[in-house]
């Protein structure tokens, strides 16, 4: 439950996160701000703003690309981006490189020639270069993660048609496919709202928790849809929800380490705790 009893303007809520240099001499207070301020790495690096594969130049988007082993691609929205500390730790004890190409907002839906464009020109160009780059190339392992968002009984039939044809579209050309499971998400809720006294009082009062049920079937469309897509394909399904939501429930945090950095998407230090889930979908697919 959030606990917001304790009314103080915005500004100084934000206060207590992006002025925090000395923390207010609160170990809660500094451990909060170092987890729920940092974004992933590839957004530092101008990786997840919708350049397409093999037109990444001047950009540092791939790691270790000396690695023995095959290519590994991390695609979709900034549902994708947001495991790209997972990823970098699951790829390199294994040997194989690993490039980051996302963009925020964007479903990785492959249209047909003559369907109608249900993304922005920016995402369907960013979707259909990367997706005919990747049939230039030798085969590799493709992450594609999206947002449960998008999923409606309206839109239902068009992802499943659009993500399938992703899928098997590169498959064919060799490469293995993985797909992210939807992770909880935690509407209207943001740490940015939580006052100082919330968070000097108890850091767990900041966050909020969901029963997995509840988020399981507040949820259902989405999941159904991404584990039937995932099976019909023949593609992994990488389901980080049992990490996310221990003991049945999913939290924003457990006391003083935060999963999520917003209502959205989880912290960079959750993300790398993920790295062994993330290599057993690599080594499974």
């Not at 509840?214 to 995932?230: F, G, N, P, Y």
Request: charged share 20%; hydrophobic share 40%; with cysteine.
């Amino acid at each position: 439950m959030v606990a917001l009893s304790i009314a103080i303007p915005a500004a100084t809520a934000v206060l207590v996160l992006r002025g925090s240099e000395r923390a207010w001499n609160n170990p809660s207070i500094e451990s909060m701000t170092e987890q729920i301020v940092p974004v992933p790495i590839s957004y530092a690096r101008g990786c997840d703003f919708g350049s397409p594969l093999g037109q990444q130049e001047g950009l540092d988007c791939t790691w270790f690309p000396d690695a023995r082993g095959g290519a590994v691609y991390l695609l979709g929205d900034s549902q994708a981006a947001q495991f790209a500390e997972a990823v970098i730790g699951a790829v390199e004890p294994i040997e194989r490189s690993l490039t980051i190409a996302t963009e925020g907002s964007c479903a990785f839906l492959l249209r047909a020639e003559g369907e109608e464009l249900i993304t922005s020109p920016e995402c369907d160009a960013y979707i259909t270069q990367s997706v005919e780059w990747l049939l230039t190339q030798p085969p590799a392992t493709i992450l594609i993660g999206m947002s449960g968002n998008y999923v409606n009984p309206d839109t239902e039939a068009d992802i499943r048609e659009r993500l399938t044809r992703s899928i098997e579209t590169l498959q064919q050309a060799g490469h293995s496919v993985a797909l992210f499971q939807a992770v909880p998400q935690f509407l209207g809720w943001t740490p940015y709202t939580c006052s100082m006294l919330d968070v000097l009082r108890d850091p767990q009062g900041c966050g909020t928790s969901v029963l997995r049920e509840v988020m399981d079937d507040q949820q259902a469309l989405a999941l159904r849809l991404l584990t039937e897509i995932a099976a019909g394909a023949n593609a992994e399904l990488v389901d980080v929800r049992p990490e996310l939501c221990p003991d049945n429930s999913c939290a924003t945090n457990d006391r003083d380490f935060w999963r999520y950095r917003d209502m959205f998407h989880i912290t960079v230090k959750q993300s790398t705790d993920l790295d062994q889930v993330i290599l057993e979908g690599i080594l499974n697919e």
